[in-house]
C-alpha cells in the first residue's frame, strides 16, 4: 500500500511488519522512471543503470584475473652471465582464478573479455659463488618481444669491488593490457667472474615470483 503524504511505497508483511521504499529527500529536477529487469539476477549480482532508467543485473567488479607463480625449490640454478633469462623456473602457482597463467610455458594471457589496467609484481634473487655480483636487471617482456612492458635496473656493486653474493630483485608495474596480450619474466645479471645463478632460500621463502591481477577502475 502507499503513503502519499510521505512518498513511501510500503510492502505488509503477513507477520505484521512492513518493507518501505521512500522517494529522494530533495524533490527530483526530473520524474526518473526506473524499469526493473524482467528476471531476477545470478546470486551475488548488483542492479546497474544504463544511465536511462533501464536497469539490469550484472556481476560486481572484481580484481580478477589474479595469479601467483613462484619457484617452489630449495635450491639454486645456473644462467647465463650478461644474458636475458626468461624465469622458466616458475613452475608452481599459489592461486590462479581465470588459469590465465601457463606453468609450463610461463606466461600469463590476459583471458578473453579481460582487458584493462593490470598490476604486476615480481622477485628474482640472483647469487654469484664468487662473492662479485654486479648488475641485476628485471623485466616484463610483453606479447614475447623485445618490447618490455616494465624494467628494473639495480646496480649493485662496481667491478672495484668483490664482496657481492647474493641479491633479492623486485619490480613492481602498472600495464594496460588487451585480451590476448601475453606477459613474462625476464631477468639479467651480470659477475666479474665465476658463475651466475637463480638462487632460492633454503628456508622455504618464496624469493623468486610473478603475481599480477586487473585492476578496478
Not at 614475447?144 to 662496481?158: D, L, P, R
Amino acid at each position: 500500500y502507499g503513503d502519499s503524504s510521505m512518498s513511501n511505497l510500503n510492502f505488509l508483511h503477513s507477520g505484521g511488519n512492513k518493507v518501505t521504499l521512500s522517494a529522494p529527500t530533495n524533490n527530483p529536477s526530473t520524474n526518473p522512471v526506473f524499469k526493473l529487469p524482467q528476471t531476477d539476477g545470478s546470486a551475488g549480482q548488483v542492479l546497474q543503470t544504463d544511465g536511462n532508467g533501464n536497469l539490469s543485473f550484472v556481476n560486481p567488479p572484481t580484481n580478477t584475473p589474479a595469479f601467483f607463480a613462484y619457484w617452489n625449490a630449495n635450491n639454486s640454478m645456473t644462467i647465463s652471465d650478461s644474458t636475458d633469462t626468461k624465469a622458466t623456473w616458475l613452475t608452481a602457482e599459489e592461486f590462479d582464478t581465470d588459469n590465465a597463467y601457463n606453468t609450463s610455458t610461463q606466461t600469463f594471457t590476459v583471458p578473453s573479455g579481460k582487458g584493462g589496467y593490470y598490476t604486476f609484481n615480481a622477485g628474482v634473487q640472483l647469487y654469484s659463488n664468487g662473492n662479485s655480483l654486479r648488475t641485476v636487471i628485471i623485466r616484463l617482456r610483453k606479447n614475447g618481444s623485445s618490447s618490455w612492458a616494465a624494467s628494473n635496473y639495480s646496480q649493485v656493486m662496481n667491478s672495484d669491488e668483490n664482496r657481492m653474493r647474493h641479491h633479492q630483485a623486485h619490480l613492481h608495474a602498472v600495464v594496460n593490457l588487451a585480451a590476448g596480450d601475453t606477459i613474462e619474466l625476464i631477468c639479467w645479471g651480470r659477475v666479474l667472474n665465476n658463475s651466475l645463478y637463480i638462487s632460492n632460500d633454503a628456508s622455504g621463502v618464496k624469493s623468486n615470483f610473478l603475481s599480477g591481477y586487473k585492476l578496478i577502475l
